[in-house]
C-alpha cells in the first residue's frame, strides 16, 4: 500500500515509517523504495509492503 501525507506528523505514530527514502528527480522515493525491499527480499517484491510517500 502507497499512503501519500503531507509530513511525518501526519503518519499515526502507530504505523509511523522505520526508514525515511528521499528520492531524486531521476529516482523517486517509491521506486527507490521498492528496489531496496526487493534487494532485501533477495530479487523478490515483498507482497504487501507499506510504502509512505512524504510530499513536500
Known amino acids: ?6 509530513s511525518v ?3 499515526p ?3 509511523a515509517a522505520k526508514v525515511l527514502v528521499i528520492g531524486t528527480k ?7 523504495a521498492q528496489s531496496i ?10 507482497p ?3 510504502i509512505s510517500l ?3
Open 48 to 50: 504487501s509492503s507499506t
Open 13 to 15: 505514530v502507530t504505523t
Open 26 to 32: 531521476k529516482t523517486n522515493g517509491l521506486t527507490l
Open 1 to 6: 500500500m502507497v499512503r501519500y501525507v503531507a
Open 37 to 46: 525491499l526487493t534487494h532485501l527480499n533477495h530479487g523478490t517484491t515483498p
Open 54 to 56: 512524504l510530499t513536500h
Open 9 to 11: 506528523a501526519d503518519v
